[in-house]
């Protein structure tokens, strides 16, 4: 099939790949990415629950406005799209749960 | 406190890194502050420590060039800093800046503002839930991490980024499982006669669509998403044919999907001007509500420059070209001198000014797409609050965005309103049955951004505090 666009994906290289956990389960990430990007790749699309329901939520805007993707890094609330990812980085989840 | 700056640059994208760089060749102390880790902004946003090697893009090799630009000039960068208050006590501005985990103030005569835009996404039902993200927000992780947000993603929004968005995913390896956009062919038909202004962004956009339609990627003209499901994750996306004013109005289709790309156009970010006293005026053709700003970026306020999509959406070549001419006038305005605009720059700025606006009115969203909000969608995401309960508080008297945002918090979440106030300037405007013009976005207040309270409380520690002996009993 023609393609007008090519599959470039193949001629990305990324840097090394380092550990992070979250929720204490491991991740991998490459040394440098958002901790966003780094999450989104291994599956774990919900980082947190939002206040008044309960429901889902995770990264949506990317770039730092919309507070949707924010996780406890040490006690402190921070955007993970903001946030790059290094070795035995301790990512945390945000359970506000229903009021 | 550190020494004044001659001008202060917010905003390093191609407006506000060419401003900056034009003030300082012409010999002005230039301070350019940007929440990005190195300048480009959103447009040319740099790629994550993560990307040793990558393909070239046109916005890649934009913004390197922009990178080396301002790095090799006498601009002092201060990458990974947020303004969150502005204050002009006397005759000099007076920022606070979030630079890492400090607060920096910082001093300036004059302050150019290039706070770019953010997007308008209509809520619908499910899109809240993970694996949605915004049309601009998904461009960002391509350009950052280039990385999509799934294995098999729905684009839809409206004018040109729809394409933009469809087309880098395939490039980077993933898959369109539709395209859903509201706009018609004809909408596009009648956007050619201005597109001929820039043939090389024609020539682009048509390959896109070329290579799209070659896929056989379903691309669904004249729809809308109206609902996305899933628990925990996005699984299905539905959407409808929608009429001329871009209601919904057909048969519920249904396609599955990972991840959604959503978005309805941009929205100049004001906030910033608002808070230094520019006056906005509604100007839906430049995506919003914009600061009054002129051609060389001048406001009303004196001393106070605007330039770039911040001051209307037109598009990154009139921002390139409004940020040279906002460098020269601020610069003037500094050495007490009438600017003297270059004749030629200011041709160059109204025919890609033209061009970026025919975009924009391709994406501009129009009345009908509120419908696609139903009662149960949330549309406040910071506090969960849906349509019906910010339609009951209009209903009750609430008749401004400032009203809906002190009765119901409406606005005063983590985001500070950025992603639900424009929506619900429209409802106001719908139900009270006034134009939109008369329903201002609401009052900005610091912090712009948020701030945690260990950079403002400085270095002690709980046991510094001084606590007096209790009084004797």
Known sequence: MIRLVPDQSRQVVRSEKVEITFDGRPVQAYRGESVAAALLRAGHLRLRNAPVDGAPRGTFCCMGLCQECVVKIEGSVTESCRLAAENGLAVASIDCGPL | MNATYDIVVLGAGPAGANAALTAAKAGASVALIDEGTQPGGQVWRPKSAAIVEAPVTPESRSGDALRKSVAGSGVTLMPGARLWQIERPETVWELQVLAGERNVPLRSKALVLATGAREYVQPVPGWTLPGVVGLAGATALFKQELMVSGTNTVVSGTGPLVFYVASEIRRLGGTVAAIVTPNSRRDWLGAFPAMLQRPDLLARGARWITDLMLAGVPVHWRHAVTSVTGSDRVTEVCFRKVGANWSPDGAEQMVKADSLCLGNGLIPAIETAQLAG??????????????????????????????????????????????????????????????????????????????????????????????????????????????????????????????????????????????????????????????????????????????PVSALAGDFDYGDLPIPKPAPL
């Not at chain 2, 009345?367 to 910071?382: D, F, I, K, N």
């Not at chain 2, 309103?417 to 329903?439: F, H, L, N, S, W």
Request: net charge positive; proline share 9%; hydrophobic share 35%.
């Open chain 2, 278 to 451: 520019v006056p906005v005026r509604h100007a839906p053709e430049l995506g919003s509500w914009v600061p009054e700003t002129n051609e060389d970026g001048s406001t009303p306020v004196p001393g106070l420059f605007v330039c770039g999509d911040g001051a209307g959406i037109r598009g990154v070549a009139a921002a390139e070209v409004h940020g040279k001419l906002t460098g020269n006038a601020a610069v003037s305005w500094v050495a007490g001198r009438n600017p003297k605009p270059d004749a030629k720059l200011v041709d160059v700025y109204r025919k890609s000014a033209r061009f970026g606006l025919a975009m924009t009115a391709l994406s501009i969203p129009r009345s009908g797409l509120q419908a696609l909000t139903t009662s149960e969608t949330v549309v406040c995401r910071c506090e969960s609050l849906t349509q019906k309960a910010i339609r009951d508080e209009i209903a009750s008297g609430a008749g401004s965005t400032n009203a809906v945002k002190s009765g119901l918090r409406c606005g005063m979440g983590p985001c500070g309103g950025k992603y639900c106030q424009t929506a619900v300037a429209r409802m106001i405007a719908a139900i009270d049955g006034r134009a939109d013009a008369e329903i201002s976005p609401p009052t900005p207040r610091p912090p712009l951004r948020p701030v």
